[in-house]
């Protein structure tokens, strides 16, 4: 999203109540979004709920917990609130208090009283840097998941745009079940890198035109246990994601999949997405196990599945929808 539509939340900490109404006049007019909070610990206790402010306007002077020793608190925090931006609202410029800001974690200060125009200018300016930084972080990621799923699929000799596929249609398959833009996208950048496992499994076990022995099989079936370790080490919630569709992309709705054999919602909505955008694309490209099946037969194995194979209500998602994964299909062709 751009800086430009995003709708920012500012968290307003002071203990004197005609500062706060003030302060939420003039960050409501400026179209932010506030919360005020009348104490240090009242703000901590937002942050640990639901409070996700994208920065925090401190007051320093506060009676119980002052607003450096806040500030501590939240930059020690092992939650995401200690990457939030805090700027100190201190009564007067005192060199002291100044450096004693910056010492605990604060971005920058503004002397009260405070004229409108440079407590927005302030306000802006450190939202803008957080923004870029996040935003590189992001593209960063996406690139590197991208890359990781390109490694393990070249090393499979997967088809050209299997990956690319795979994950537009997880993202549209969520879209269709009800999730927001942000969440889908999640499902898409997760369901790419569903075989990632591959890499530890022999070339020529992948690449084995024909059946596998039943000692190859069991080899190959650990693929997702396999990307299931790689990826579980990381704490990022994208890559716990990943994890999850690593493990869960080859179990099946009535229990009879693997590696671990679960059931019906027991499998994670990750997963049960992954798995048929996986299995769709499988028969509708060709493979050095099989030839490519037409539209029909596709669709007509994907519904004879439902609810053996697939969960129902995805099945039925894609086919009531099934002109939207045609068009996926027809931008990203082998
Ligand atoms: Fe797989
Ligand atoms: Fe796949």
Redesign the pocket.
């Known amino acids: 999203m751009s800086f430009q539509s995003k709708k920012f939340h500012i968290l307003s900490v002071d203990d004197t109540e005609t500062n706060r109404i003030l302060i939420e006049k003039m960050l409501h007019g400026a179209g932010y979004e506030v919360t005020s909070a009348e104490s240090g610990i009242q703000a901590i206790e937002l942050l640990n709920n639901s409070c996700k402010p994208d920065l925090i306007l401190l007051d320093i002077m506060m009676p119980e917990v002052n607003g450096f020793e806040t500030c501590s608190i939240i930059k020690s925090s092992q939650k995401s609130m200690a990457k939030i931006p805090v700027i100190f609202l201190t009564a007067k410029s005192d060199i002291e208090g100044v450096t004693n800001g910056f010492e605990v974690g604060g971005v920058d200060y503004i002397t009260k009283p405070f004229q409108k125009v440079e407590l927005l200018a302030r306000i802006k300016t450190h939202l803008k840097l957080k923004h870029y930084q996040d935003q590189e972080i992001e593209l960063t990621q996406r690139e590197l998941i991208y890359t990781i799923a390109r490694i393990s699929d070249i090393h499979s000799a997967e088809t050209g745009n299997h990956i690319k596929r795979v994950s537009e249609y997880a993202k549209l398959l969520a879209t269709l079940a009800g999730y927001d833009e942000e969440k889908a996208e999640v499902f898409k950048l997760a369901a790419a890198m569903?075989?990632v496992?591959?890499i530890g499994i022999s070339h020529d076990i992948l690449n084995k035109p024909g059946k596998l022995t039943a000692e190859e099989l069991s080899i190959m079936q650990e693929?997702?246990n396999i990307?299931h370790d790689i990826l579980s080490q990381s704490k990022r919630p994208l890559l716990k994601a990943a994890a999850i569709v690593?493990h869960q992309?080859?179990e099946k709705f009535d229990g009879s999949g693997y590696p671990r054999g679960l059931k019906g919602k027991q499998i994670h909505i990750l997963g049960r997405i992954t798995t048929l955008a996986?299995v769709f694309d499988a028969l509708d490209t060709k493979r050095s196990y099989k030839k490519r099946w037409t539209l029909n037969e596709t669709m007509h194995f994907i519904q004879s599945e439902s609810g053996k194979h697939f969960d129902p209500r995805l099945v039925e998602l894609m086919v009531k929808n099934f002109r939207h994964f045609k068009k996926i299909r027809e931008r990203f062709p082998d």
Do not use: F, L, N, Q
């Open positions: 569903h075989d496992g591959k693929h997702p990307g690593a992309h080859h996986d």
